[in-house]
């Protein structure tokens, strides 16, 4: 789902909502989520999850084409969590895959 196809839904749930007002309330959320993990708060949504922000430590790398060691500077990254209600809807509507082993 894109971001356009959550403002559609939200348009088409709440109809007394023009797209223009959809398309306003999903962008202030999400400004207002950025705003908060921009400023190192943790954002709790029940029954969805919860979005914080973690601290990755400065480490040596490898540039893949080369193999010459790179230096990886120290950044906050966000991480998402989901809730339990989530995990739980989506394995129950995950069908199951049939794996089969490639034959050589």
């Known amino acids: 789902m894109?971001?356009?196809?959550?403002?559609?839904?939200?348009?088409?749930?709440?109809?007394?909502?023009?797209?223009?007002?959809?398309?306003?309330?999903?962008?202030s959320i999400m400004d207002a989520m950025n705003e908060a993990l921009a400023r190192g708060h943790r954002i709790e949504i029940r029954g969805f999850g919860s979005f914080s922000v973690n601290h990755r430590l400065p480490r040596l790398?490898?540039?893949?084409?080369?193999?010459?060691?790179?230096?990886?500077?120290?950044?906050?990254?966000?991480?998402f969590k989901p809730g339990k209600a989530l995990r739980e809807?989506?394995?129950?509507?995950?069908?199951?895959?049939?794996?089969?082993?490639?034959?050589?």
């Open 2 to 27: 894109t971001r356009s196809d959550l403002v559609e839904k939200i348009a088409e749930r709440f109809g007394q909502l023009t797209l223009r007002d959809a398309e306003f309330a999903v962008k």
């Open 61 to 79: 790398g490898r540039n893949p084409r080369s193999g010459e060691s790179v230096e990886i500077p120290e950044k906050r990254v966000p991480h």
């Open 89 to 104: 809807a989506v394995d129950a509507h995950t069908p199951e895959l049939i794996e089969t082993a490639p034959t050589e």
